[in-house]
């Protein structure tokens, strides 16, 4: 089939929900990626954070294809080896409570939700402007976003909504709030780090009322920033956190994990899900994780962090360059142009977040000579 095939179908049989370049994608391998023509791509989107151990990584394949032919999907009536070891390592590696799977990361806060208001019943949940937490009815609850909320309201009661403010949130919890939930970094509206202070106004203000901090580490995760976690490097630890997207290595996998408080919060037939915690996502989880949880790799992973934004700071019309790790952002006009022009003239492919702001996300695998690579193109296109 051709790419206009492709489209023809697309306009006939699918939901319109998606903005698409014109481009198929057919192979992938670490940073680099091949559409159907056979040209060859430099990924610096990485599936929106999902392959940060790089496509097709070797480790990954091989467990999926030792698990595959031996068994994909039991449910939860039973035992697994793969997603109770993954259970562990989640949780040594953070909070040192107890797992909940899921298959996204916008279940992954629901199954958060959920928990916090059964901690706290009725309580009160507090999420920050310009937050991003998923699409289903909670986590879209959760999202301040008229764009995304107002077409489908009325949404789920018992939020608020507060500035990213250490006073405003120590204002806004009081004795009925359950929770409030932050991303650490606010990824999708365009990868803004929040100050240690609010995270300390927000640890400092729910232990004074018994709420629970739950940081969604969905993007920031998996080695994204540089350490496993990003509240590793912010010295406050949360209740609980949720991760997902590079969790299963480019698998659907997604996690609820909690500190000791919260880990026995649901009991059986509080909360549930038929595919969750899969030995086929699990395995594949156990090879990612083998990966990033590499000291050597994770301190790369801080180092051409920088050498990224220090180039984009050399370029022409760039400004704010900012993130952590190998969670880059900077502002520019006609972002989304940009990333067209990338895309298509340049083999390199980015994402803006909004029409000011682009967005880098490569795999963490990536060396310096790729860096160098993307920079080269992006310079040609600002
Ligand atoms: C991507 C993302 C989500 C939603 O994850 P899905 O797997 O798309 O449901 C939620 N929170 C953050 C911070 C994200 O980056």
């Not at 998996?222 to 509240?231: I, K, N, V």
């Not at 037939?269 to 990966?291: E, K, M, R, W, Y």
């Not at 050597?296 to 801080?302: D, F, K, M, Y």
């Not at 704010?320 to 340049?346: C, H, K, S, T, Y």
Request: aromatic fraction near 6%; charged fraction near 20%.
């Amino acid at each position: 089939m051709t790419l206009a095939d492709l489209q023809a179908l697309e306009a006939e049989h699918v939901i319109p929900s998606y903005a698409r370049y014109p481009v198929e994608w057919v192979r992938g391998a670490g940073a680099r990626l091949w559409d159907a023509d056979g040209v060859e791509y430099l990924d610096f989107l990485a599936g929106i954070s999902v392959l940060n151990v790089g496509h097709c990584h070797p480790a990954v394949v091989e467990a999926v294809r030792d698990q595959v032919g031996r068994l994909t999907h039991t449910t939860n009536l039973f035992y697994n080896e793969p997603a109770m070891r993954l259970a562990g390592r989640l949780a040594r590696s953070s909070l040192g409570g107890k797992v909940f799977f899921c298959n996204s990361g916008t279940e992954a806060n629901e199954a958060a939700l959920k928990l916090v208001r059964k901690a706290k019943p009725r309580g009160t949940i507090v999420v920050l402007e310009g937050a991003f937490h998923g699409r289903t009815y909670g986590a879209l609850s959760a999202t301040p976003q008229e764009s995304k909320q107002a077409p489908f309201a009325p949404l789920v009661p018992g939020f608020a909504v507060v500035a990213a403010d250490a006073e405003a949130i120590a204002a806004v919890v009081r004795d009925d709030t359950a929770a409030v939930l932050l991303e650490p970094i606010q990824g999708e509206t365009g990868v803004h780090q929040l100050p240690v202070e609010l995270l300390e106004a927000a640890r400092a203000a729910c232990d004074r009322v018994g709420a629970a901090l739950v940081f969604d580490e969905i993007q920031t995760g998996m080695g994204r920033t540089g350490t496993l976690w990003a509240y590793e490097q912010t010295g406050v630890v949360p209740d609980a956190l949720t991760t997902a997207k590079a969790l299963g290595g480019g698998l659907p996998i997604g996690a609820l994990v909690t500190g000791p408080r919260l880990a026995d919060v649901f009991e059986p037939g509080d909360h549930g899900s038929t595919f969750a915690g899969g030995p086929l996502v699990a395995a594949a989880a156990n090879a990612a994780f083998d990966v990033v949880e590499d000291p050597a790799l994770l301190e790369r992973v801080g180092e051409l962090g920088e050498r990224l934004r220090e180039g984009l700071r050399a370029l022409p019309g760039v400004r704010d360059v900012r993130g952590a790790g190998l969670m880059v952002a900077f502002d520019i006009d006609e972002a989304p142009a940009l990333v067209r022009r990338a895309l298509l003239e340049q083999r390199l492919v980015l994402n803006a977040t909004g029409p000011q702001t682009v967005r880098l996300l490569p795999p963490l695998i990536v060396g310096t000579a790729e860096i160098d690579d993307a920079l080269r193109r992006i310079a040609v296109v600002v």
